[in-house]
């Protein structure tokens, strides 16, 4: 299992937070998804076939791209 912690200086809020852990917990292999509102992350642990482009490609298109 893979896990990374990714900076999201785009994160401002829950919501945000809560969409991003809506979003990325539906994509295969995405076991757990934390965000830390304070410190701007998300750390996320994942297994095949998810991987950290496809992680980072969701983040992108949602307007929160990894620093």
Known sequence: MDKHTFSIPNISCDHCINAIKNELSELAGVKSVKGDLKN???TVEWENPASI???KQILKE??????
Do not use: V
């Open 40 to 42: 701007k992350t998300a």
């Open 53 to 55: 482009h496809m992680i």
């Open 62 to 67: 949602m307007g929160y791209p990894d620093k």
